[in-house]
């Protein structure tokens, strides 16, 4: 009998890509994985430590799989990812619950690591280098895939863990990339979905200048990819060329996740960002005339947020009309040059702060959508949602669309429609941050 795995992903679509690297490792040797924990021999939880939050939800997911310990089949607890990364030493003291810690670059040795810990023994793995990359298996709907063009980042912002626990911003070969892809697509991907921490700086520690432009239409050029996706780029690097490419190369969705957290020129400056306020509008008024969607978060209660700086973010989202926003309560982290400013903000006005900007972007967020009826999209077709008599119907997505993120397309159809196929859909109905429509046929 083969052993059974149960992985558990917790966090980023970056720690999905390396949760389906590790299940492909443990397939390859030898390992069985089962999607239930009651059935697993052992049971690895791969972890998030960005912020506060995403800690306990980690360490609180650990203790419940090792109820399976007490209560089921399960033999060994495994913790893997950025939580091992930054606090091994930590969690192998005080978590007695995890029978190995195991850091970000050691998933290649996955198979090994399993064995050492079900012979009994107790480690923390935390290799000081390394890039996660390699052969998968998929964890997406099987015609979706993100793409892992770099590891690491360079930025270096005040508020932020990354750097410390994913180390300095490592690129993959460019090579490497376009055979994963290929292979990608082969395999019935139809949508890539590039990330990284910042893919706009993608091959600038292999190349010396970055190279994402070149990789875009080197990914272009695969058949049976109809859609590229760019997640996670910095605005400071987001250059005409890259703009031009986006919105003239037919494969890129007229889309691009920008994080700007902040517009403020002092808090910008506080946060370490390379951007300031008219920088970013020139950018945007760029965005905009190409008609390119933008989907961007923001940190609100900064050290030295005040109501002002809230007033300009808010001002900023009603003059640019961005479709998508996510809005977080900055998190003191231990470890951050931020954690030790002056000028902390409580909870309870953060949270202030965080609604306030919500409830702008709602009613932003429904009038562009209202404005969509009448319109028609390709979308393409994420699953199967019923059908009456007349009509077949399914959920969906058009370009400024991220799977699980934004919003989704109800498509009524009157002919079946394959999932992952691309269809024209003429809007018919706004429904807050979603849209509903008709197939054209």
Known sequence: MKTKVGVVSLGCDKNRVDTEVMLANLVKGGYEITPEPSDADVIIVNTCAFLE????????????????????????????????????????????????????????????????????????????DGLTFG?????????????????????????????????????????????????????????????????????????????????????????????????????????????????????????VDIPLQHVNDDVLRKMNRRSNSQSLKILFDKLSQKGIAVRSTFICGFPGETEQ??????????DYKLRNVGFFAYSQEEGTAAAKFDGQITARTKQRYVKRLYKAQYEIATKLNQQDVGKTYECVVDSIDGQDENYYFYKGRTYFMTPDIDGSVYIASRNPLSIGSFCKVAIDGALEYDLSGEVVE
């Open 135 to 255: 052969s998968r298996i998929l964890t997406t709907a099987p015609h979706v895939a993100y793409l892992k063009i770099a590891d690491g980042c360079d930025n270096y912002c005040t508020y932020c863990l990354i750097p410390y626990i994913r180390g300095r911003y490592r690129s993959v070969n460019i090579e490497k990339v376009v055979e994963q892809a290929r292979e990608l697509a082969s395999s019935g991907v139809k949508e890539l979905i590039l990330v990284a921490q910042d893919v706009t700086r993608y091959g600038k520690d292999l190349y010396g200048e970055p190279r994402l432009v070149e990789l875009i239409r080197q990914l272009s050029s695969i058949d049976g990819i109809h859609w590229l996706r760019l997640l996670y780029c910095y605005p400071e690097l987001l250059t005409d060329e890259l703009v031009e490419e986006i919105a003239n190369n037919p494969k890129v969705v007229n889309y």
């Open 53 to 128: 939050s995403a800690r306990k939800e980690a360490i609180e997911t650990v203790l419940e799989m090792a109820h399976f310990k007490r209560e089921g089949k399960c033999q060994k607890v495994i913790v893997t990812g950025c939580l091992g990364q930054k606090f091994g030493k930590e969690l192998f003291s005080d978590l007695d619950e995890a029978d190995a810690i195991v850091g970000t670059y050691d998933y290649g040795r996955i198979c090994d690591i399993v064995a050492e810990t079900l012979q009994g023994n107790r480690n923390l793995y935390n290799c000081s």
């Open 309 to 318: 700086t809230v007033a300009e973010v808010e001002q900023f989202l009603r």
